[in-house]
C-alpha cells in the first residue's frame, strides 16, 4: 500500500493527469497499473542449487522455478527487462549469504510504465528469505571502472531493488565502494532493503529522475561517516528519513 501512495505522484505526471483529481481515485488508478503489470511480467529465480546456464534452444527453462540460476549477477543479466527476479535461499525463510565474484557487478535491464523490473528477494507467507548480496572480502582494488557499487543502474529506467541485504563494500577506490549506485536512470525504486558497511554512500545517485528510496535501513558508512546517502545533478528525488539511531554498535539510518 505504501509503495503505491509513493508512486501516486510518478504516475500522475507519466500519464498526464490533472492533480484536481481526488487522491483516491488516483490510487486506485495506480494499484489497477500494478495489478496490470504484474499480470504480464515473468518470474525468474536465482537459487543456491542453480546453474548459470542462458535460457536458449538448448535450455528453454533456464531460470524457471524448476531450474534457477546460481548468482544473482548473472541472473539480473540474463532476465530481460520488465520481469521479476527472485532471490532464494536453500529453505523457505532461510538465510543465503552470496559473495559476487571480483569484479562482478549487478546489473538489472530496464522495465517500462507498464512493467517494472523487479529484483527482490524470495517470500512464502508474507516471510522473506535473508538474502544478503556482498562483495568480496579483501583489503584494496584498483578499481578500473568509475561506476563503484554492488549494483549498479546506469542510463536505465522503471527497476525497483528491494528486500535484500546488501553490503560489505568497505574498500576505499574500490568497484564495491557504494551499496547501490544509480547514474543517469530514471522511476528507480529502493525499497526495504538494508545496506550495511559500504566505504562511500549506501545509495549514490547522480545524474537521475523520478528515484525513490524508502523504508531501507542504511548502516555503517565506513570511509564517509554520517553520508549513508548521497545525490547529485537529481531531479524529483523522494527519500524518506526516519531517526539515526545506535544499534549492535552500527550508526544505522532508516530511509
Not at 507467507?125 to 546506469?154: C, K, M, T
Not at 547514474?183 to 525504486?189: A, G, Q, R, T, Y
Amino acid at each position: 500500500f505504501h509503495k503505491a501512495i509513493a508512486k501516486r505522484e510518478t504516475f500522475m505526471k507519466t500519464f498526464s493527469i490533472p492533480s484536481s483529481i481526488p487522491p483516491f481515485i488516483t490510487l486506485c488508478l495506480v494499484l489497477l497499473c500494478a495489478f496490470s503489470r504484474s499480470s504480464l511480467a515473468d518470474d525468474y529465480y536465482v537459487a543456491p542449487n542453480g546453474s548459470d546456464v542462458p535460457r536458449d534452444e538448448s535450455n528453454p527453462n533456464a531460470g524457471d522455478i524448476d531450474h534457477p540460476w546460481a548468482t544473482p549477477a548473472f541472473g539480473a543479466t540474463n532476465m530481460p527487462g520488465g520481469n521479476r527476479l527472485y532471490i532464494r535461499a536453500a529453505t523457505p525463510g532461510g538465510t543465503w549469504t552470496y559473495y559476487l565474484d571480483d569484479d562482478v557487478q549487478i546489473a538489472p535491464h530496464s522495465g517500462s510504465s507498464m512493467q517494472q523490473t523487479i529484483v527482490t528477494a524470495w517470500s512464502s507467507g508474507g516471510v522473506y528469505d535473508d538474502v544478503h548480496i556482498e562483495a568480496p572480502d579483501r583489503i584494496w582494488h584498483n578499481a578500473s571502472s568509475p561506476a563503484h557499487g554492488i549494483f549498479l543502474i546506469q542510463d536505465e529506467s522503471y527497476i525497483e531493488i528491494s528486500h535484500l541485504n546488501i553490503g560489505n563494500c568497505h574498500n576505499q577506490c574500490d568497484i564495491y565502494s557504494k551499496g547501490i549506485l544509480i547514474l543517469n536512470s530514471n522511476h528507480i525504486d529502493v525499497l526495504d532493503n538494508e545496506i550495511y558497511d559500504t566505504w562511500a554512500s549506501c545509495v549514490s545517485m547522480s545524474g537521475s529522475a523520478y528515484v525513490t528510496v524508502s523504508g531501507n535501513t542504511l548502516a555503517k558508512c565506513v570511509g564517509r561517516p554520517g553520508r549513508l546517502w548521497s545525490a547529485a545533478e537529481q531531479h524529483r528525488r523522494r527519500v524518506r528519513h526516519r531517526q539515526l539511531h545506535q544499534r549492535g554498535g552500527k550508526q544505522q539510518h532508516h530511509a
